[in-house]
């Protein structure tokens, strides 16, 4: 019988797994060293809890409370990359970070993936998210991915399989191990060029060095979530230590040691007020676990 080689905790904080540094604790807390030892720890662990995967939580809240269940992190170890027929595929695992993909296809030379290289999270989280930005999207350039059952068997899928939109992908509960994208050369343009513009734009359009999950609100169709929260006049509106930010409207920051409970008021405060003024319901960006306060 194999054993799990990798990192198994009781009551781990996910303050230190969430970009948004806050956040309760989860019961059980698994780093797996390889796909193997997550397929080992998935086939022997049969208690009935919750199983949630995450990357680096740059779009996730855990609140205050809890998550009773097994977080399985795998920004740590799952993170192989291996290149195919001339750089025209790049194999991941799913814990290898958007921006190392970004920047390894710009040395390539290959084009597709710039756009990563201001996204905080891993490739699994991006496949979950359908993470996007400069027009481009996750699921744009992906030939195939591999997905871990709970029984812990790996299976590859076409891309065809799925049918991603904005943020969203079908097929909710798959849990992805790796990905293969498809690249073609870049003949034109100088790829490192286009890394520095798109860091450089953020760093003017949004708040950068600041405890956050990015956007919070998916964009209603016609609409900018942040346009919205700006004219509803809620920059700067704060709960205990959550704040709208002043520079990007659907950016909630923790700047004074927030709770889980201050952002998620927060959340709950913009969307109501955006609402009363607009009669537009915002829909969260971000994924919100565990147990409410009155659980
Ligand atoms: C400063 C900042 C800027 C950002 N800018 C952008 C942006 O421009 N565009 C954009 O789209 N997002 C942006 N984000 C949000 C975030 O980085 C993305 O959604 C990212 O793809 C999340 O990846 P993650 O690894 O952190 O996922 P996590 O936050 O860990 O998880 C998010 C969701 O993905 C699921 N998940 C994670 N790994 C897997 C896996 N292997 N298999 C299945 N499900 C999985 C989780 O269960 C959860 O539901 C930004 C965030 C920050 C903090």
């Not at 996007?132 to 709970?150: E, F, H, L, P, Y």
């Not at 998916?218 to 919205?228: R, S």
Request: proline share 2%; glycine share 10%.
């Amino acid at each position: 019988m194999n054993s799990v080689t990798g990192t198994f905790l009781k009551n781990e904080s996910m303050a230190n797994h969430t970009s948004w540094r806050c956040g309760g604790r989860a019961a059980f807390f698994f780093e797996p060293r390889s796909l193997k030892d997550l397929g080992i720890f998935l086939a022997s662990f049969k208690e009935k809890k919750e199983i949630f995967l995450v990357g680096l939580g740059s779009n996730l809240l855990v609140r205050d409370k809890g998550f009773d269940g097994v977080i399985i992190s795998t920004a740590k170890f799952l993170n192989k990359i291996q290149w195919k027929g001339e750089f025209s595929e790049l194999n991941v695992e799913c814990g290898v970070s958007c921006a190392k993909i970004a920047r390894e296809s710009v040395k390539k030379n290959m084009k597709g993936l710039e756009f990563f290289v201001g996204i905080p999270g891993t490739v699994g989280g991006a496949l979950k998210m359908n993470a996007g930005a400069n027009g481009k999207d996750t699921w744009q350039n992906i030939k195939s991915v591999d997905v871990i059952s709970r029984e812990g068997y790996i299976e590859t899928l076409d891309r065809n399989s799925f049918n991603p939109g904005y943020r969203t992908i079908d097929g909710k509960n798959k849990w992805f191990v790796k990905a293969c994208f498809h690249l073609e050369k870049n003949l034109n343009k100088d790829g490192s060029a286009k890394i520095k513009e798109i860091l450089s734009q953020r760093k003017v359009t949004q708040p950068t060095g600041s405890f956050s999950c990015g956007s919070v609100f998916i964009n209603p169709e016609n609409y900018f979530a942040g346009k919205l929260i700006e004219e509803c006049g809620l920059k700067g509106v704060r709960v205990g230590g959550a704040i709208v930010s002043e520079k990007h409207a659907n950016f909630i920051l923790n700047d004074r040691g927030a709770s889980a409970s201050d952002i998620e008021k927060l959340i709950e405060l913009v969307r109501n007020q955006v609402r009363k003024k607009t009669g537009i319901k915002l829909e969260c960006e971000v994924k919100i676990i565990g147990k409410k306060t009155n659980e």
